[in-house]
Nanobody, 115 residues
Framework: QEQLVESGGGLVQAGGSLRLSCAAS????????MGWYRQARGKQRELVAT???????NYADSLKGRFLISRDDAKNTVYLQMNSLKPEDTAVYYC?????????WGTGTLVTVSS
């Protein structure tokens, strides 16, 4: 029914920028919280950023100032603008959405940052 599909991943050089998108389909109500997580090879999945329905944002401390999360409920889409990318940002990025205690996940998009 409800699905999240990420897009925008790819290969980028260090210092470059990338914009990820996560489009939701099959929904009637917008999500209370939407966010991005990432999982690097050999590591656990970690929080990147979240944004509430009201627009309140939360970022991993190490990413503040480089990444920007936003949402457009009219398009049922959440974005992640990634700037000044570093090789350590290489990971699979997952879209997450929450509503009424239910958690939804996308299947991920790979971001590779070369040095």
């Amino acid at each position: 029914q409800e699905q999240l599909v990420e897009s925008g991943g790819g290969l980028v050089q260090a210092g470059g920028s990338l914009r990820l998108s996560c489009a939701a389909s099959g929904i009637i109500f917008s999500y209370d919280v939407m966010g991005w997580y990432r999982q690097a090879r050999g590591k656990q999945r970690e929080l990147v950023a979240t944004i509430t329905r009201a627009g309140s944002t939360n970022y991993a401390d190490s990413l503040k100032g480089r990444f920007l999360i936003s949402r457009d409920d009219a398009k049922n889409t959440v974005y992640l603008q990634m700037n000044s990318l570093k090789p350590e940002d290489t990971a699979v990025y997952y879209c997450n959405a929450w509503r009424y205690g239910r958690n939804y996940w996308g299947t991920g998009t790979l971001v590779t940052v070369s040095s």
